[in-house]
Antibody, heavy 119, light 107 residues
Framework: EVQLVESGGDLVQPGGSLTLSCAVS????????MSWVRQAPGKGLEWVAS????????YYVDSVRGRFTISRDNTENSLFLQMKDLGAEDTAVYYC????????????WGRGTLVTVSS | AIRMTQSPSSFSASTGDRVTITCRAS??????LAWYQQKGGEAPKLLIY???TLESGVPSKFSGSGSGTDFALTVSSLQSEDFASYYC?????????FGGGTKVEIK
């Protein structure tokens, strides 16, 4: 059974930093593109970042580029999102999601972890 | 970025109803469209991709149609487990973008 479990969400002050983790199981992690997608309270879904299976290429939405870093550890079947210079606009539930093959279709998602940026 | 507009944003329906949700893209995306279902507090679930291909394990009561800029998700007969939010997503161009969602509530 495919499972993605996010962790690391917390209440953080504006300007602060946080690292999210996603532990995966049930599939060959090193063979899949992975992404982070977020959902602000009461809002729709927003793609945040994606990473190639071997970690050699990373892509970001403009609003987080330079502040967020996506990474992965294929030996530990884990995906990460390092976030810095956080602002209120980053408050959201962050989902870890697997991409279907070499498409940008998300075929499996975690339940998400909540990041709240507030003083 | 391509803007995805869903309508309606929410509506009420009864068990057994046939319902249709629409999604419009701000430019031609061919058939590069997916639909997801999300129930409160749960992970989104892929229902349909390539506009009309049913994901494995998804009941055939769900169907998708459309191409270019106009798309639709239809549920042929609503059941209790189908009351949820639904999102469309285009993957024709980076960045991938999602619609604002449609919440289907019980009448």
């Amino acid at each position: 059974e495919v499972q993605l479990v996010e962790s690391g969400g917390d209440l953080v002050q504006p300007g602060g930093s946080l690292t999210l983790s996603c532990a995966v199981s049930g599939f060959t992690f090193r063979s899949h593109w992975m992404s982070w997608v977020r959902q602000a309270p009461g809002k729709g879904l927003e793609w945040v970042a994606s990473i190639r299976p071997d970690g050699s290429a990373r892509y970001y939405v403009d609003s987080v580029r330079g502040r967020f870093t996506i990474s992965r550890d294929n030996t530990e079947n884990s995906l990460f999102l390092q976030m810095k210079d956080l602002g209120a606009e980053d408050t959201a539930v962050y989902y870890c999601a697997r991409l279907m093959g070499w498409t940008t279709i998300y075929d499996y998602w975690g339940r998400g972890t909540l990041v709240t940026v507030s003083s | 970025a391509i803007r995805m507009t869903q309508s309606p944003s929410s509506f009420s329906a009864s068990t057994g109803d046939r319902v249709t949700i629409t999604c419009r893209a701000s430019e031609d995306i061919g058939r590069s469209l997916a639909w997801y279902q999300q129930k409160g507090g749960e992970a989104p679930k892929l229902l349909i991709y390539d506009a009309s291909t049913l994901e494995s394990g998804v009941p055939s009561k769900f169907s998708g149609s459309g191409s270019g800029t106009d798309f639709a998700l239809t549920v042929s007969s609503l059941q209790s487990e189908d009351f949820a939010s639904y999102y469309c997503q285009q993957y024709s161009a980076y960045p991938v973008t999602f619609g604002g969602g449609t919440k289907v509530e019980i009448k």
